[in-house]
T-cell receptor, first 111, second 112 residues
Framework: AQRVTQPEKLLSVFKGAPVELKCNYSYSGSPELFWYVQYSRQRLQLLLRHISRESIKGFTADLNKGETSFHLKKPFAQEEDSAMYYC?????????????FGAGTRLAVHP | NAGVTQTPKFQVLKTGQSMTLQCAQDMNHEYMSWYRQDPGMGLRLIHYSVGAGITDQGEVPNGYNVSRSTTEDFPLRLLSAAPSQTSVYFCACGTPPSYEQYFGPGTRLTVT
């Protein structure tokens, strides 16, 4: 079964500090991973998908197959980055079944 | 386009009551899902559907029923509400090949 682990429930940093939100996955096959973000009292929205290799709002995420990780990084955190972040794999190769999200990491950026 | 809509936004139920959370999408997406969000537990999949007439259970299906009679609608029914079902419920839709999930605004449910 696919699993993603986000080991940190809360990550607290000061504005301007680098940020790394950890995500480890454990499933076979070619992984395609997503990062979703939920700002306070808002709906979840897609932040990044690994396959697109883009940078959104200064965030990047690199897939490391050797370490089975897909950590989300930003060199200089901003207060508006404070939110819940969820890592998620796609459905299994057999089709859409049991799309699983990580438990989430709350990022708090202090002034 | 409205995207994914959910009603109601807030609901308070007494233990044992039943109710239906509504979810509708105008994106013509095949796949729809219901999640619950609890502190420290993240998002957990309740039920999902890969098309009209097809539904299946997720991680935490007990106490909930779903049906998918149309592409657009995917209601979630609580059969006999329990305090353990106090949560925020999110509906989402998606479509291959990207499988990106589009979420509704959520329903905050309290069961007393």
């Amino acid at each position: 079964a696919q699993r993603v682990t986000q080991p940190e429930k809360l990550l607290s940093v000061f504005k301007g500090a680098p940020v790394e939100l950890k995500c480890n996955y454990s499933y076979s096959g070619s992984p395609e991973l997503f990062w979703y973000v939920q700002y306070s009292r808002q709906r979840l929205q897609l932040l990044l998908r690994h396959i697109s290799r883009e940078s959104i709002k200064g965030f990047t995420a690199d897939l490391n197959k050797g370490e089975t990780s897909f950590h989300l990084k930003k060199p200089f955190a901003q207060e508006e980055d404070s939110a819940m972040y969820y890592c998620a794999p796609p459905p299994s190769s057999g089709g859409y079944n049991k799309l699983i999200f990580g438990a989430g990491t709350r990022l708090a950026v202090h002034p | 386009n409205a995207g994914v809509t959910q009603t109601p936004k807030f609901q308070v139920l007494k233990t044992g009551q039943s109710m239906t959370l509504q979810c509708a999408q105008d994106m013509n997406h095949e796949y729809m899902s219901w999640y619950r969000q609890d502190p420290g537990m993240g998002l957990r999949l309740i039920h999902y559907s890969v098309g009209a007439g097809i539904t299946d259970q997720g991680e935490v299906p007990n106490g909930y029923n779903v049906s998918r009679s149309t592409t657009e609608d995917f209601p979630l029914r609580l059969l006999s509400a329990a305090p353990s079902q106090t949560s925020v419920y999110f509906c989402a839709c998606g479509t291959p090949p990207s499988y990106e999930q589009y979420f509704g605004p959520g329903t905050r449910l309290t069961v007393t």
